[in-house]
T-cell receptor, first 116, second 112 residues
Framework: EAAVTQSPRNKVAVTGGKVTLSCNQTNNHNNMYWYRQDTGHGLRLIHY???????EKGDIPDGYKASRPSQENFSLILELATPSQTSVYFC???????????????FGPGTRLTVL | GDSVIQMQGQVTLSENDFLFINCTYSTTGYPTLFWYVQYSGEGPQLLLQ?????NKGSSRGFEATYDKGTTSFHLQKTSVQEIDSAVYYCAMRATGYQNFYFGKGTSLTVIP
């Protein structure tokens, strides 16, 4: 069974503060993703990674950084949090093996972030 | 460029009603199409995937097909139940690309 975990599950931060959201996967998947979910926008891709040491910008990367120190871990970093970053954040992992074009993404349970 | 459009934002049905959710896609490649379901307080999870046009995928009473001619794909269920209340996302993965394109989601409420 695929397993993606996120921490913390809930976070309240102050404007201007630094926030780090963590994700761990035990699927041995190469690919990992960070999305935010907002009403009316669905899931929007922030950053993604194809393996340890790599990070790529997604569709809405401004204000966010990402770090992939190992196959299992992928972090999302808000250096200077703003109220507009209040959202629910989801991490996902996916199989990138050649030919596995149908491979699904496995999502974590989400982190609810409130920036005051 | 590649994209997925999901127009229905909210759908309210009564139990035993017929459900139909439609998405359209755009890609220059060969798509694999997915439907994800998200229950309250959880992350999205795969409901169905369809890899071949005009073939059906089915799971938990839901069926999905896609029409290459109209570049559309849809999710249907003959008789919805209250437990089906959730947000449903369509998604596309184009051949050779590792990222997904998600629709904006359809929030389904089923009234008992």
């Amino acid at each position: 069974e695929a397993a993606v975990t996120q921490s913390p599950r809930n976070k309240v931060a102050v404007t201007g503060g630094k926030v780090t959201l963590s994700c761990n996967q035990t699927n041995n998947h190469n690919n990992m993703y960070w999305y935010r979910q907002d009403t009316g926008h669905g899931l929007r891709l922030i950053h993604y990674s194809y393996g340890a040491g790599s990070t790529e910008k997604g569709d809405i990367p401004d204000g966010y950084k990402a770090s992939r120190p190992s196959q299992e871990n992928f972090s999302l970093i808000l250096e200077l949090a703003t109220p507009s970053q209040t959202s629910v954040y989801f991490c996902a992992s996916g199989d990138a093996r050649l030919g596995v074009n149908y491979a699904e993404q496995f999502f974590g349970p989400g982190t609810r972030l409130t920036v005051l | 460029g590649d994209s997925v459009i999901q127009m229905q934002g909210q759908v309210t049905l009564s139990e035993n009603d017929f459900l139909f959710i439609n998405c359209t896609y755009s890609t220059t490649g060969y798509p694999t199409l997915f439907w994800y379901v998200q229950y309250s307080g959880e992350g999205p999870q795969l409901l169905l995937q369809v890899t071949t046009a005009n073939n059906k995928g089915s799971s938990r009473g839901f069926e999905a097909t896609y029409d290459k001619g109209t570049t559309s794909f849809h999710l249907q269920k003959t008789s919805v139940q209250e437990i089906d209340s959730a947000v449903y996302y369509c998604a596309m993965r184009a051949t050779g690309y590792q990222n997904f394109y998600f629709g904006k989601g359809t929030s389904l409420t089923v009234i008992p």
